[in-house]
């Protein structure tokens, strides 16, 4: 079977791919990466029977004449506006999906008004959870500074004693899927665990005690997040929470930098109160992740100041980032296309 390409001007550089007379629909694909999703969008369009246009942009008022004919939209963590909607809409598109577990970079009230289904991928829940257990240990460990002084061959010892999880409180704040991981993983190093969430299942309890929010900001020497963003919990640790921990707390994100307020996080650096601090997310992230920035003045101060700290480790949300992970969500990213398309159920649809 034939393999059609176009070369089409989309700020920058761009591939239209796709299977002609296949007939099932028609799927643009936007922060298509070339060097590990690409060929797998293939593969697996080619599988469901779908014609895909393939972008490495991120959907914008310039490149949405791409989703003109197209039955559905596949895109990452770009912000997806009431008026990136209404053009999608206008151009034909009924399903969106997102390649990630979240979906807060998404208008739902927007595309609930359009008629808009909405998807989102979820990848399994072990890279996202022993990434969070590394930046733990990386924390509690001081390896930042090891690291920047054996690039200078400084090899003292002053100033990156570490401590040992058995010593510690660990405090796990939602434990969905990748958060009850983290549990079970931090449960072999001997640590007390405490969790919280809405919800409580049973399994957890063998080795984990749920508490309140309260007590974990009282009692953790160790705060991981694992929630959803919503507008509830947005800057759940701010200023009040952060006052209620343990001096010298560990705070470590893998979820949505919108958790954590920045500003009383720096603060809390400042002062001495919060540790140490383990980031794979950050505040007004959107348009930095997943570019190349080296050369650009950015306009995210609050980053700036977190990387120059010797005690937070900053890396650029990619906890998520393994072999298993980028071929699930593209494979179920493709499938719940097809599934939409056939009018069959689909376990990934959250609108």
Known sequence: ????????????????????????????????????????????????????TLCPDAP???????????????ILTSKMTRNLLEGMKKN????????????????????KELGLTVANAPYGPHGVAE???????????????IMERSNIQDYTLKGIQGRELK??????????RIGETVARCLSGFGCKLVVYDIQQKDAIKKYAEYVTLEEIWKRADVITLHAPLTDENYHMIGEKS??????????????????ID????????????????????????FGLYYYDRKSDVLDNRELAILRGFPNVTVTHHMAFYTDDCVETVVRDSLAGCKLFLEGKENPWRVV
């Open 1 to 52: 079977m034939g393999t059609v390409y176009d070369n089409i001007g989309c700020v920058g550089s761009f591939w239209k791919e796709g299977w002609m007379n296949l007939g099932l629909g028609k799927v643009t694909v936007y922060n298509c990466r070339e060097f590990d999703e690409k060929e797998l969008f293939l593969k697996y369009g080619e599988a469901f029977g779908l014609e895909l």
């Open 262 to 285: 920045s500003q009383a996080l720096i603060a809390g650096l400042t002062s001495g109160k919060i540790g140490a601090a383990g980031l794979d997310v950050v505040e007004n992230e």
């Open 242 to 259: 952060i006052t209620q921990m343990k001096d010298g707390v560990v705070i470590v994100n893998t979820a949505r930098g919108g958790l």
């Open 92 to 111: 034909g598109v009924q399903y969106l999906v997102t390649r990630t577990i979240g979906y807060d970079h998404i208008d739902l009230e927007a595309a």
């Open 60 to 74: 914008d008022d310039g490149n949405l004449d791409l989703t003109r004919g197209s039955d559905c939209v596949d």
């Open 131 to 145: 990434y969070a257990v590394m930046l733990i240990l990386m924390s509690i460990r001081k390896m930042k500074r």
């Open 167 to 176: 010593d510690l409180i660990v405090g796990v704040i939602g434990v969905g």
